[in-house]
């Protein structure tokens, strides 16, 4: 079993649709990040939460943080094309140790 | 920001050879730097943790033998494959981070094929 649950695996959706990505856990963890990565590139870090029910924003990415510091959530407003990647989240459950979801694979269909 | 390179990325190999992964911190030193295992359209699988001056802390289920960790610098970590098989073709990646279990910098990946 995976420390950390992230859901859908797949999401295959239209331009201009909303949608929801969940990375959940049974452990409290001091942080989440979340990474996106392109095929044949590493990941590339797009927000670390930090405080329980921390909410940020990246243009059209909104992310929460569990207020029990345990599930966290990634939401992308009007998708589009470019949005097409592998989705992570990443969390340290010991300290300098940082692993993964088992990420979630976005298609943004023109 | 804290850029982290990785070389070569890609290379391909005869079965039995060993190959040698390079991982840079080039702006900042890095006493710790991490090695992730990726197959297709999976996640990143943490292989073993670098640690400057010491031994390598590896995952269960990663051969230490199989997969050599140098990190004799602040900036750099080597992860060597050794008597390379085709079933360890994968991409390899390599972080590292100024910034402890708040974010962390990833190199772009080493694709390695063995025939």
């Known amino acids: 079993t995976q420390l950390l649950e992230q859901s859908p695996q797949f999401l295959s959706i239209q331009e201009g649709e909303n949608l929801t990505v969940y990375c959940n856990s049974s452990?409290?963890?001091?942080?989440l990040q979340w990474y996106r990565q392109e095929p044949g590139e590493g990941p590339v870090l797009l927000v670390t939460?930090?405080?329980?029910?921390e909410v940020k924003k990246l243009k059209r990415l909104t992310f929460q943080f569990g207020d029990a510091r345990k599930d966290s959530s990634l939401h992308i407003t009007a998708a589009q094309t470019g949005d097409t990647g592998l989705y992570l989240c990443?969390?340290?459950?010991?300290?300098?140790?940082?692993?993964f979801g088992a990420g979630t694979i976005l298609r943004v269909k023109s | 920001g804290a850029v982290v390179s990785q070389h070569p990325s890609r290379v391909i190999c005869k079965s039995g050879t060993s190959v040698k992964i390079e991982c840079r911190s080039l702006?900042?030193?890095?006493?710790?730097m991490f090695w992730y295992r990726q197959f297709p359209k999976q996640s990143l699988m943490l292989m073993a943790t670098?640690?400057?001056?010491?031994?390598?802390?590896?995952e269960q289920g990663v051969e230490k033998d199989k997969f050599l960790i140098n990190h004799a610098s602040l900036t750099l970590s080597t992860l060597t494959v050794t008597s390379a098989h085709p079933e360890d073709s994968s991409f390899y990646i390599c972080?590292?981070?100024?910034?402890?279990?708040?974010?962390?910098?990833f190199g772009s990946g080493t694709r390695l094929t063995v025939v």
């Open positions: 452990s409290v963890f001091s942080s």
């Open positions: 702006d900042f030193q890095a006493t710790t």
């Open positions: 670098s640690n400057e001056g010491s031994k390598a802390t590896y």
């Open positions: 972080s590292a981070g100024d910034r402890g279990p708040y974010g962390y910098t």
């Open positions: 939460v930090v405080t329980g029910g």
């Open positions: 990443a969390g340290s459950p010991h300290r300098n140790k940082l692993v």
